[in-house]
């Protein structure tokens, strides 16, 4: 038996290094080819992303005054760009900042593109584990590296042109889109959950004016969740009802995640507070119907 242990985990390992080894992954779904894992511009250049790739890339032409300075600055920077090859926003930026980068003569062994899922189960997350710790919940996401040491992030567009913000983020006068996201993230790791939520009064003060869609810390939530840490997940979606109190989409999202780990009252709760804003929503009245029968069953199990 210890033989055979033996031989399954030494396969595994084989696999495990086999694949932290490969690169330009692909993995077809639905019938459509998806990159993961790192990847290089020679393999986006060829069928079938070349079909975007390609295009994006000669459509665009970088501001020259812009590429000029990023020519004396740039070079000393390292990049880490997260995309999904499945992603509209990454297949619109991406090829823009390989042009950018080639026209600034930046050198591309200093660039490391990284190609994240879409499926639940890995949501914004790469097989080889480069998006840990990183807070990828927005792709394309472009980190600038100064001596190993993140200085700033471009996330999922600029807020000017690409060029401009990447030498506004080298230069240090750069805040990207979602900043509330990377600022509650900060929080978090900070104070933990717990205290975090205790403290929601001070923080909401501090993060309300980053705070401009729902949808912000939603993505966020969804994020930490596929990605197992449910605490946190929770924790940001009960925030994010006290950051947009009157929006439904906020309760409803809350209680989506709190029924799925069955938790099934809270979940009850949530909904039927998002119910008092949009009454005649049947999207709500339905989870309702179905947490309810849900309690009712576990009760019938439990007598």
């Not at 003060?205 to 949808?215: D, M, R, V």
Request: charged share 25%.
């Amino acid at each position: 038996m210890k033989k055979y242990t033996f031989v399954f985990i030494l396969a595994l390992s084989f696999q495990i290094i086999g694949f932290s080894q490969s690169f330009n992954y692909e993995q077809k779904q639905n019938n459509t080819s998806m990159l993961l894992g790192k990847i290089n511009k020679e393999t986006l250049s060829q069928e079938p992303h070349s079909n975007w790739f390609t295009k994006n890339y000669n459509q665009y032409t970088p501001d020259t005054e812009t590429i000029n300075a990023l020519k004396e600055q740039v070079s000393s920077y390292t990049i880490t760009a997260f995309m999904g090859t499945w992603c509209g926003d990454s297949k619109r930026e991406i090829p823009k900042l390989y042009k950018i980068l080639d026209e600034a003569q930046f050198p591309l062994d200093r660039l490391t593109l990284i190609a994240v899922d879409r499926s639940a189960e890995n949501y914004k997350q790469s097989p080889g584990g480069e998006h840990e710790g990183q807070n990828i919940h927005r792709v394309p996401t472009i980190i600038i590296y100064k001596n190993g040491k993140e200085i700033n992030r471009i996330v999922e567009s600029p807020v000017t042109r690409l060029e401009e913000d990447l030498l506004q983020s080298i230069q240090g006068n750069y805040t990207p889109n979602h900043h509330i996201v990377t600022l509650t993230n900060q929080l978090l790791e900070e104070e933990g959950t717990e205290k975090f939520l205790k403290k929601s009064k001070k923080n909401i003060k501090e993060l309300q004016k980053h705070a401009h869609k729902t949808n912000q810390l939603n993505t966020y939530a969804n994020v930490l969740f596929y990605a197992g840490h449910t605490k946190k997940a929770l924790a940001v979606l009960t925030f994010n009802t006290m950051l947009f109190p009157n929006d439904a989409k906020t309760y409803m999202s809350l209680g989506n995640k709190q029924s799925k780990v069955n938790q099934l009252q809270e979940a009850l709760e949530s909904y039927q507070k998002a119910l008092e804003l949009e009454p005649t929503n049947k999207k709500i009245t339905t989870a309702i119907a179905t947490i309810e029968e849900n309690i009712k069953n576990t009760h019938s199990v439990e007598e």
